[in-house]
């Protein structure tokens, strides 16, 4: 992507970090040299969350100033130094960040990690297939240190999912009900990115949960919900019938043991 300012004054490296403060790792000046740089970079970022979003389908961007301003999140930028007459081109973008997540594994446990996600990738159409994204998604891993199986994806496109089986090897997708995907293998050794000693439930399990063993999901599924008209007529107004609003819809159907895990009420009602 070009643009009608001179890149390389800002950018002195072909790959650079961009974090909250919207200044490249790289850069060094003064005061008002800082200030210009802010404006540069943010015009980047606002285009290439706009390319980014258009590329994927997006109702709205996911990567633009504000939204980095405002989370602890990376983005890194590749540029092109000879493009644009010599003015540099952006080549792609990237953007990480860690989250604290509940994730489920191949035998429906839940677990809660802290991963380092990748959230939006973006390559410019006119260098799509060029070896740019994998030079780019290289330097990020080196970078953070971290394998590829050990990322938490989200809602990657069908292209970016090609892309790290081609590069990666990475094809044994678990989808999340979160949008997020991983990959098998990355549940191996996860004590050592585990953020608590997570509660773990599975869902086809024959055993019930105890009240003390709750999972509090992230997401849409946490929001308020009314009394559950099914919990007026089952009795179950002296217990936290949150647990049900906190498992997706599709839960229901896909797992049919999941109400099995819902807290037993004072007065034992049998379900089946």
């Known amino acids: 992507m070009d643009f009608n300012f001179n890149i390389n004054d800002f950018i002195k490296t072909n790959i650079v970090k961009i974090n909250n403060a919207i200044m490249p790792d790289t850069f060094n000046g003064d005061s008002r040299q800082t200030r210009v740089c ?7 970022l606002d285009e290439m969350g706009e390319a980014s979003a258009k590329a994927q389908g997006l109702l709205k961007p996911i990567t633009n100033t504000e939204l980095l301003r405002n989370k602890d999140h990376i983005v890194y930028l590749l540029v092109e130094k000879e493009g644009n007459h010599g003015k540099g081109s952006v080549v792609g973008m990237l953007k990480m960040g860690r989250k604290s997540l509940y994730v489920f594994d191949e035998c429906g446990d839940c ?15 006119s260098r799509q297939r060029m070896g740019y994204g994998k030079i780019l998604f290289d330097y990020m891993l080196e ?7 050990k990322l938490a994806i989200d809602r990657p496109s069908e292209k970016f999912i090609s892309f790290l ?18 990959f098998r293998g990355f549940f191996n050794n996860l004590k050592n990115n585990t953020t608590e000693n997570s509660p773990r439930r599975s869902y086809g399990s024959p055993y019930r949960a105890t009240l ?32 049900l609003a906190q498992v997706a819809p599709n839960q229901l159907y896909t797992m049919p043991h999941a109400l099995a895990s819902v807290p037993p009420a004072s007065s034992s009602v049998k379900l089946f």
């Open 38 to 44: 802010q404006e540069i970079m943010s015009v980047i």
């Open 111 to 125: 677990h809660n990690v802290l991963c380092l996600c990748v959230l939006d990738f973006y390559v410019h159409e």
């Open 165 to 182: 089986k081609k590069h990666y090897g990475l094809e044994n997708i678990i989808r999340q009900t979160n949008n997020f995907v991983v």
């Open 143 to 149: 970078e953070e240190h971290i394998k590829p199986i």
């Open 212 to 243: 003390d063993d709750k999972v509090t999901y992230n997401g849409r599924f946490t929001a308020h919900k009314r009394e559950s008209t099914i919990g007026k007529c089952l009795n179950w107004s002296g217990h936290d019938e949150s647990w």
